[in-house]
């Protein structure tokens, strides 16, 4: 096997600390990874992992070679795409994770110009609503909405998404519609329990461009967004999410937005990656892509 692709299935074995897994994601057998490793281990004549019957870990010789393994492949690829004749195109394979309703409601329709744009990538795409833990998950980039606090990502901002507070007319009919904060007491909302906290999300409104956080009485509590819209739908309190997710509901005549000049304030949406200089050509043509399509209004 060449130095190059034993560096490769290194650099995979060290993200995913899990040979399985590892080479699930190479396609691989496991024999061949675990050779390969070997392999390279006896070529350098140092320890690169850890292994026990219950994890692996980098060895300081190993975190040293693996940082010095991601520059060099993410030198030459660029180069290579530099050079290549009759082709800038990136290629390869790019995983992202993204929020399950971003993923279906506003990428999926949109995915087949990028394809087009890009016909030598192939693109992976998980959508989950919880924060991935992009490395060992073997991510390349991820798309967050809210604020964001880990300081071992590099955050691209790429726009904002506008939220509205909303009811199902069959709520409203049942309970009323609210037309002032005041109001909100003799109302319930379903909660929403972050996944990245497990907390309580409040309901906040923007008052004289002060925001005001609003605790409101509930009954419910759910940790997926596709429930929270869908436990609205079917009369069981108010919820907040962004505009985008609630016009076609709105067109369809399940949702009503509630409170609309008090909307809360929009929600950042930013795409995370774990290293700036070294970033590829991929994530960078994704991002770029995404940054296009928020900003043109499709949110």
């Known amino acids: 096997m060449d130095r190059l692709k034993t560096m490769e299935i290194f650099i995979q074995v060290a993200q995913m600390l899990s040979f399985s897994r590892a080479a699930e994601v190479l396609q691989l057998p496991r024999s061949s990874v675990s050779n390969a490793i070997q392999s390279l281990e006896a070529h350098l004549q140092t320890r690169l992992l850890h292994r026990t019957t219950r994890k692996i870990q980098l060895t300081a010789d190993g975190e040293m070679y693996y940082d010095w393994c991601r520059r060099l492949l993410a030198d030459i690829e660029d180069t290579e795409q530099r050079l290549r004749v009759g082709s800038s195109s990136p290629r390869g394979r790019l995983r992202v994770s993204v929020p399950s309703r971003l993923a279906s409601h506003l990428i999926a329709p949109q995915l087949q110009h990028f394809l087009q744009l890009y016909p030598e990538l192939e693109l992976e795409i998980s959508s989950t609503d919880r924060p991935v833990d992009l490395i060992p998950e073997g991510i390349d980039c991820a798309i967050r909405v ?133 970033v590829s050509r991929r994530v960078r043509v994704f991002i770029a892509w995404m940054q296009q399509l928020i900003q043109k209004g499709c949110c």
């Open 146 to 278: 809210g604020n964001l606090h880990d300081e071992n990502l590099v955050v691209r901002h790429l726009g904002i998404l506008p939220q509205g507070t909303y009811a199902s007319p069959a709520y409203i009919e049942q309970h009323g519609l609210p037309t002032s904060l005041d109001e909100l007491e003799a109302h319930q909302s379903i909660h929403y329990l972050s996944p990245a906290s497990g907390r309580l999300l409040e309901l906040d409104f923007v008052v004289d461009e002060q925001m005001v956080r609003v605790k409101m009485s509930g009954r419910l509590a759910v940790n997926s967004v596709e429930s929270y819209i869908a436990c609205c739908c079917a009369g069981l309190g108010l919820i907040q999410i962004p505009k985008f997710d609630a016009a076609e509901l709105i067109r369809q005549g399940k949702l009503t937005e509630v409170l609309p000049e008090l909307a809360p304030e929009p929600m950042p949406i930013a795409a995370v990656y774990p290293d700036r200089r070294y």
